[in-house]
């Protein structure tokens, strides 16, 4: 069993509808927990990060924790056509070599 | 925005040619990675440096080395290609602490080279 499942997708909707993107793991030790965004033939880059259980905001995006369900989420409001693209979340142990382990990948596509 | 590049982007190259994909990153990241991703697939981590003249294999066995002789390097060289070799080929690297960006593992990659074995 994976450290980390994800959905693999491909998952599709509107222009303007509101995505959540899911992840759950097993390993208790995680502490931060990372959603990065990969466009087709590109690297991945880091969208956002949060310590801990909570949200974090930044603009159309929010990250939220639950500890306790060993569950995260990525929500994106007002998805746009641009928000198409292959979405990775990853978790650190914050500390220890190799401390950093990705999902496999949940693929967005946004119909205009 | 990550100072990490991935040289050469695309690569057709016949089967038993030697061939080195360059990693290079000006952040002074003291670690740095391996991954390979095929089309839809998941990254699997193939190679991993902590430091200059330090290398281990990741979780997917490959046929590829690594070297790390300068900490801003870490190029990765297959000394017969073959097809089963085709692939993206992602570098990526970390700094041991964190910082403003994000805590100490963030990862940031290279934009990755597609490399094609006919």
């Known amino acids: 069993q994976k450290e980390v499942e994800q959905d693999p997708g491909p998952l599709s909707v509107p222009e303007g509808a509101i995505v959540s993107l899911n992840c759950t793991y097993s390993?208790?030790?995680?502490?931060?927990f990372m959603w990065y965004r990969q466009y087709s033939r590109k690297g991945p880059e880091l969208l956002m990060y949060?310590?801990?259980?909570g949200n974090k905001e930044d603009g159309r995006f929010t990250a939220q924790v639950d500890k306790s369900s060993k569950y995260i989420s990525l929500f994106i409001r007002d998805s746009q056509p641009s928000d198409s693209a292959t979405y990775l979340c990853?978790?650190?142990?914050?500390?220890?070599?190799?401390?950093?382990?990705f999902g496999s990948g949940t693929r967005l596509q946004v119909q205009p | 925005e990550a100072d990490i590049y991935q040289t050469p982007r695309y690569l057709v190259i016949g089967t038993g040619k030697k061939i080195t994909l360059e990693c290079s990153q000006t952040m002074g990241h003291d670690k740095m990675y391996w991954y390979q991703q095929d089309p839809g697939m998941e990254l699997h981590l193939i190679h991993y440096?902590?430091?200059?003249?330090?290398?281990e294999k990741g979780d997917l066995s490959s046929e590829s080395t690594v070297s790390r002789i300068r900490t801003e390097h870490f190029p990765l060289t297959l000394e017969s290609a073959r097809p089963s070799h085709t692939s993206q080929y992602l570098c990526?690297?970390?700094?041991?602490?964190?910082?403003?960006?994000?805590?100490?593992?963030?990862?940031?990659f290279g934009p990755g080279t597609r490399l094609t074995v006919l």
């Open positions: 440096s902590y430091g200059v003249n330090s290398t």
């Open positions: 390993n208790s030790a995680f502490q931060y």
């Open positions: 990526a690297s970390s700094e041991l602490a964190g910082g403003p960006a994000g805590p100490a593992d963030t990862q940031y």
């Open positions: 949060t310590y801990s259980s």
């Open positions: 990853a978790m650190s142990r914050g500390t220890g070599r190799r401390a950093l382990t």
